[in-house]
């Protein structure tokens, strides 16, 4: 398997297979009350049966081309993930996400997982049109969105239920166009 360095730090990117199910359960059990605040992946994984049909369904979107998923790991422990919900390859555009257990929040690993993966969409496959879809009440996604240079185009008032509560969600994004000329930028 690969992984991607992503800083001195012992932070790797790379993929998330069916196989690791052990492994994504426990890390989404490190940090089910906390990522379960913004994201319904606890609510989805929640025994190894749900965590291996999780990864195979991004094992199937890889192979379909139409999304990916790869965990973030320090020192070799699977702390956190990035994924493309959503990649029309066609259509150009992609839908990015991402989540951390709490050991790992604040050292700047999603932004640095989310350059790698949107540098690999825009070059690789493409993609002009990177999305960022994120609760008006998630701060710390949203602090990404404007690190990785993305403008908020929408607010759709109160589109996500979730737990019993309406929430506000917000359109980010990124054009290809826009991600070079920042990439480039000293």
Known sequence: MYAISLGDD?????????????EFLAHVDRGREFIGRHNGLP??????????????????????????ICGIRVDGRLVGAVIFRRLDVRQGSAEAGCWLEPSAVGRGLVTRA???LVDWAVE??????????????NLPSIAVARRLGMT??????????????RH???????????????????
């Open 124 to 137: 690789e496959r493409g993609i002009h049109r990177v999305e960022w879809v994120v609760s008006s009440g």
């Open 43 to 68: 609510d989805v994984v929640t025994d190894l049966e749900s965590s291996r049909a999780f990864l195979q369904a991004y094992a199937d979107k890889t192979a379909a081309d139409t999304g990916r």
């Open 168 to 186: 506000d969600e917000e359109v980010w994004a990124v054009l290809a166009p826009e991600w070079r000329a920042a990439r480039q930028a000293p």
């Open 10 to 22: 012992g932070a790797e990117l790379g993929p998330l297979e069916p196989w690791q199910a052990e």
């Open 152 to 165: 908020r185009e929408a607010v759709l008032r109160e589109s996500h239920p979730y737990r019993g509560v």
């Open 114 to 116: 989310v350059r790698v």
